[in-house]
Structure formats: structure tokens, C-alpha cells
Nanobody
Framework: QVQLQESGPGLVKPSQTLSLTCTVS??????????WTWVRQPPGKGLEWMGA???????YYRPSLKSRTSISRDTSKNQFSLQLSSVTPEDTAVYYC?????????????WGQGTQVTVSS
């Protein structure tokens, strides 16, 4: 059973970089053939796919966020991370990490519990 746990600051100031980490247990991010994914849900809105890093290290990004987003991994810690630069209050959301055999939400087998991130001065 794969388990995912997000961690990171809950408050980020405008123009700064949001950094979150997803710690994975019960499966390896390099040998389990999943897309290790970041998704967010702004208040009052639906889920928004942000990007993913595949088991082979290839990264995929939402085109509208690509210039501000970086997804990386630490294989020694079995973690993958999200960095979102130049944040604004519109980046306030609950951020989830998820994993599954495809990039579509319907293919996610596992989800983290989510972490609230607020962008405010």
C-alpha cells in the first residue's frame, strides 16, 4: 500500500517561492511505474493538475504554470518535491500529491491528505 504525505510551509508571501515535499512509503518512486503528481484545489474551484515526475525521472508540466513550476525528486529519501515561484494570492490552494499509472486524475491510485498553502503578506 503506497502512502503519500505532503509537507511544507502553510504560509508563503507574495513573490516568494512555494516549496512542498511529498514523502512516499510503501513503494519506490523509481521502480513503481507511476506518475508522481502534484494537484491543487483553490478555494471554491476544482482540482487543477500542476505536473508530475515519472518513475524514470521525466517531468511533465501544466503549460500555463510551466514557467513557474519545477518538480524534482530525492531518490535517497523516496521523496518528490514541488517548487512554484513568484506566487500570488491566486496560488492559495490545498495542494495534494498523488500517484497512479497515468497523468489523468481518474488514474490516480493514491492521494496524500493535502496541505493548505496560503499566499499572503
Amino acid at each position: 500500500q503506497v502512502q503519500l504525505q505532503e509537507s511544507g510551509p502553510g504560509l508563503v508571501k507574495p513573490s516568494q517561492t512555494l516549496s512542498l515535499t511529498c514523502t512516499v512509503s510503501g513503494g519506490s518512486i523509481t521502480t513503481t511505474r507511476y506518475y508522481w503528481t502534484w494537484v491543487r484545489q483553490p478555494p471554491g474551484k476544482g482540482l487543477e493538475w500542476m505536473g508530475a515526475i515519472a518513475y524514470d525521472g521525466v517531468t511533465y508540466y501544466r503549460p500555463s504554470l510551466k514557467s513557474r513550476t519545477s518538480i524534482s525528486r530525492d531518490t535517497s529519501k523516496n521523496q518528490f518535491s514541488l517548487q512554484l515561484s513568484s506566487v500570488t494570492p491566486e496560488d492559495t490552494a490545498v495542494y495534494y500529491c498523488a500517484a497512479g499509472p497515468g497523468l489523468d486524475q481518474e488514474e490516480y491510485d493514491y492521494w496524500g491528505q493535502g496541505t493548505q498553502v496560503t499566499v499572503s503578506s
